[in-house]
């Protein structure tokens, strides 16, 4: 019967290794989304004034975030 408990312990304490091993990766892969998310975000910003121009032979326009919203939640 110990040998049991010890058993299910050990797959317990795996289990909780392997969670929080899990939520680090989501929390590096959210933080690699916003750089790629900022990133694509301000060449379209770029390419987007560029089309105005080239549409209304001028003007001036802008891509960006409002209110600090957290695009990948």
Same mark, same amino acid.
């Given at each position: 019967?110990?040998?049991?408990?010890?058993? =299910? &312990? !050990?797959? @317990?304490?795996?289990?909780?290794?392997?969670?929080?091993? /899990? %939520?680090?990766?989501?929390?590096?892969?959210?933080?690699?989304?916003?750089?790629?998310?900022?990133?694509? =975000? &301000? !060449?379209? @910003?770029?390419?987007?004034?560029?089309?105005?121009?080239? /549409? %209304?032979?001028?003007?001036?326009?802008?891509?960006?975030?409002?209110?600090?919203?957290?695009?990948?939640?």
């Amino acid at each position: 019967m110990n040998e049991g408990f010890v058993l =299910l &312990s !050990e797959e @317990g304490n795996d289990v909780r290794e392997g969670k929080n091993r /899990l %939520f680090e990766v989501i929390e590096e892969m959210d933080e690699e989304m916003r750089k790629g998310l900022c990133e694509r =975000l &301000s !060449e379209m @910003g770029g390419h987007f004034e560029c089309v105005l121009e080239g /549409l %209304f032979g001028g003007g001036r326009g802008e891509v960006k975030v409002r209110d600090g919203k957290d695009l990948v939640k």
